[in-house]
């Protein structure tokens, strides 16, 4: 640990521990809801409304700073610094921009430990039907000056926004780049919801106008840090003013957060997905550790617990990797899963995104095309998710942090 300060005369050593803006800690405000707000508020003596000003303030005005906070007396601002109030949003750190018009951020989330996390944006979504995973691969460009023109108008008609859950991931899908990391940690509701809030800013995305996604399928597993997902959820769906029913969560098939989401009321449950990837428990167990805890059928039991809104459908989502998982074959088991499952469903494929030290293959454009055709053929929903950001490793299962912070 550093906890020294170095300068080339050892008799000037500086313990950063006596520095005293050191030892002062920060009271972030961002991941509070409204009540907290108030509660926040009245512990400075102030009345239970200046709740509902600051929820206003941080999740729909998207305001960063105590000082931008117009809406409070200057006098009051000045006494929330004075008592090291902060809005402690979580802060985009750096932005890797594709040829695609994907951009991948990493977001210095609220810890002292500076790790970062990722998200992605892509504008017109990643679900069009056409893609097969072939498309060559540009140069990425790193933007390091993370602030866009102003008066810049928008270049996109609808958008999807995906976030991470954890730092690293536990369990280890031998497919996908985070796995890498392992489990480093949990993050907080507000830096779940602040990566969103934060790329909401970015691109000035005016909420219940602009039609947007949100999908909880960057690094980690939401449903192992089931409260924090959820506190999320609501702060986004309650004080943003998100629709639910546009987010979209995965999980690898854990039991026990599948069946306390299935509780979750219909006014803030997101839509949900399994990450099936495999037709039978045999090859889920060799790519998805996980199957052998909790195998297809107890996730597909647990998942017969939502109760759905109408219309709406179950995704099972489907990374082919060649020659392990796309075979026609493998679709006809999966018609076979799905039909049996009961389920109103569909299935997304994606090509798997290679990853460096990860030793599967790219499906050929014939095999994803095969598959498709024999799922659609079985009469499944099937749809091809558009491999998005690929050059800048935003693609599924490529989120890693490749710069440390
Ligand atoms: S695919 Fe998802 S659940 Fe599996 S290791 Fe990667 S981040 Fe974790």
């Known amino acids: ?86 809005v402690g949003r979580p802060k985009i750190a750096q932005v890797f921009q594709s040829v695609d018009g994907t951009e991948r ?119 192992l840090n089931y409260d924090n997902f959820m506190a999320a959820v609501r702060l986004l769906v309650e004080e943003t003013g998100l629709s639910p029913q546009r987010m979209t969560v995965s999980t690898s098939g854990i039991v026990p957060g599948i069946e306390r989401f299935a509780q979750e009321p219909d006014a803030v449950r997101p839509k949900l997905a399994i990450s099936l990837n495999a037709p039978n428990d045999q090859i889920r167990g060799e790519i998805m550790p996980i199957n052998r805890k909790w195998p297809i059928q107890a996730v597909m039991d647990a998942v017969r617990q939502v109760r759905l809104r109408s219309r709406e459908r179950i995704t099972f989502e489907y990374v082919l990797l060649g020659g392990v998982t796309d075979q026609p074959q493998h679709a006809r088991e999966v018609a076979r899963l799905v039909r049996r499952s009961g389920l109103p469903a569909k299935v997304n494929l994606i090509a798997w995104n290679p990853g460096p030290g990860i030793a599967y293959t790219m499906p050929t454009p014939h095999a994803v095309e095969t598959f498709r055709a024999t799922l659609s053929a079985e009469g499944i929903p099937v749809y091809l998710r558009r491999p998005r950001g690929r050059d800048i490793f935003a693609a599924c299962g490529q989120l890693k942090r490749t710069v440390e912070r």
Request: charged share 20%.
């Open 1 to 86: 640990m550093l906890t020294q300060a170095v300068t080339t005369n050892p008799a000037q050593f500086v313990p950063l521990d006596a520095h005293p803006l050191q030892n002062v800690r920060k009271k972030p405000l961002f991941g509070l809801d409204r009540t907290a707000l108030a509660a926040r508020m009245a512990a400075v003596g102030e009345p239970p409304w200046r709740g509902r000003q600051l929820a206003e303030a941080l999740y729909r005005q998207r305001l960063a700073e105590i000082d931008q906070i117009t809406t409070l007396p200057k006098a009051l601002r000045q006494q929330m610094e004075t008592e090291s109030f902060e």
């Open 105 to 223: 951020y990493l977001i210095q989330g609220q810890d002292e430990n500076g790790q970062t996390v990722e998200a992605v944006w892509m504008p017109e979504g990643d679900d069009g039907e056409s893609g097969d995973g072939s498309e060559p691969i540009q140069p990425a460009s790193i933007q390091t000056d993370i602030s866009r023109e102003a008066g810049e108008s928008k270049s996109w008609s609808r958008a999807t926004v995906c976030v991470s859950s954890q730092v690293g991931c536990a369990v280890n899908c031998q497919f996908c780049l985070t796995a890498k990391l392992g489990l480093q940690r949990n993050l907080t509701a507000g830096e779940i919801a602040g990566q969103v809030v934060a790329i909401l800013d970015r691109h000035s995305v005016e909420v219940g106008k602009d039609r947007l996604n949100l999908v909880f399928m960057g690094m980690g597993e939401p449903f």
